[in-house]
Nanobody, 115 residues
Framework: VQLVESGGGLVQAGGSLRLSCAAS????????MGWYRQAPGQQREFVAR????????NYAVSVKGRFTISRGIAKNTMYLQMNSLKPEDTAIYYC?????????WGRGTQVTVSS
């Protein structure tokens, strides 16, 4: 499975961004997909997850109510709509995909929120 993120950038506090993750390869083996982020000097942390059926989602407390995770119609694309962005949301955002045997990761996309 290959994952490619896009949509990051620089935005002012209170603004919005939409991240995309395109999956290719053996996507039939994916159990769920999610977003993680890593700020400078910090560990990578969970942001949001969506199960393959697309009906079940989970969010970190810090983003619940502001971020929305969704899957595309083709199911091989995932999105993260980020609203009311805060400076503390600044990080590299990574797309992940879990299969029965291994977790896959994209290379990440930078999100910078200025105050």
């Amino acid at each position: 499975v290959q994952l490619v993120e896009s949509g990051g950038g620089l935005v002012q506090a209170g603004g919005s961004l939409r991240l995309s993750c395109a999956a290719s390869g053996s996507t039939f083996s994916i159990i769920h997909m999610g977003w993680y982020r890593q700020a400078p000097g910090q560990q990578r942390e969970f942001v949001a997850r969506i199960l393959s059926g697309g009906d079940t989602t989970n969010y970190a407390v810090s983003v619940k109510g502001r971020f929305t995770i969704s899957r595309g119609i083709a199911k091989n694309t995932m999105y993260l709509q980020m609203n009311s962005l805060k400076p503390e949301d600044t990080a590299i955002y990574y797309c992940s995909a879990r299969t029965p045997s291994v977790d896959y990761w994209g290379r990440g996309t930078q999100v910078t929120v200025s105050s």
